[in-house]
C-alpha cells in the first residue's frame, strides 16, 4: 500500500534525499536514503548515504594512487555497477571535473588533484566518502514511484550526507520533516512485526 504522497516536501532534484517509504519492501532500498545526483526526463541517479559496507578501499587492490593508498570504508551506493567507486567529498568545489550536489558537497572530480589535496589534512577521513555502485532510474520510473509514494523528498544537507550514525539517519530524517512522517519513523515496515 502506497504511503500518502500529499507530505512531499519538496520536488525531487539534484541535492535532495529520498527517503524509502516505510513500506518499501526492496531490500535494496528498505529503510535508505538516497542523495540524488541526477534527476531529468532522460532518467534518476544518486547514491545511498545511510549504508556503510564491510570492506576498506585497500580491499580493492586498485593501482590508483588514491585508492591504493586508503583505508576507508566502502559505503554501498546502491545496486547498480558494483563494480564502479565513486568519491562523493567535500574538499571543495575547485577540483576540475567535480560535480556540485548540495552547498560544499561534490562528487568526482580529478583523482590526481584529490589525491594531492589529501596528503596533508589529517581529517581527510571526515572529507570523503569511497561509494560502491549507485542507485538509477530510466526514464520516468522514478516519477512513477513519487507518485506511488514510494519515496519521500527533503532537502539534502553536508550535515546529514557525511552523518556518523548511518544505522538511524532513515529514522532521523522522517522525524525531522515532522507531521505524519515523524510517526511512520517507528512503523516497522510489515505491522505483523509488531
Known sequence: MPVESSF?????????????????MDENF???VILLCDHSAEGS??????????LTV?????????????????????????????????????????VPI???????????????????RT????LLRFILGYSGWGEGQLDAELREGAWVVCPATEELIFDTRPE??????????GGGWAALADE??????N
Open 8 to 24: 512531499q516536501m519538496v520536488p525531487a532534484d539534484r541535492g535532495t534525499f529520498l527517503i524509502s517509504s516505510p513500506r518499501l
Open 188 to 193: 516497522p515496515p510489515d505491522p505483523s512485526w
Open 30 to 32: 528498505m529503510h535508505t
Open 102 to 120: 548540495v552547498e560544499n558537497v561534490h562528487l568526482g572530480g580529478d583523482p590526481t588533484v584529490i589525491h594531492q589535496l589529501l596528503q596533508d
Open 45 to 54: 541517479y544518486g547514491v545511498v548515504v545511510n549504508r556503510p559496507g564491510t
Open 58 to 98: 585497500a580491499d580493492l587492490h586498485s593501482d590508483s594512487e588514491l585508492l591504493s593508498e586508503r583505508s576507508d570504508a566502502l559505503w554501498l551506493g546502491g545496486p547498480v555497477q558494483l563494480e564502479t567507486v565513486q568519491l562523493l567529498h567535500r574538499i571543495g568545489p575547485h577540483i576540475p571535473g567535480s
Open 123 to 126: 581529517e581527510s577521513r571526515e
Open 168 to 177: 538511524s539517519l532513515w529514522r532521523r530524517a522522517l522525524r525531522s520533516l
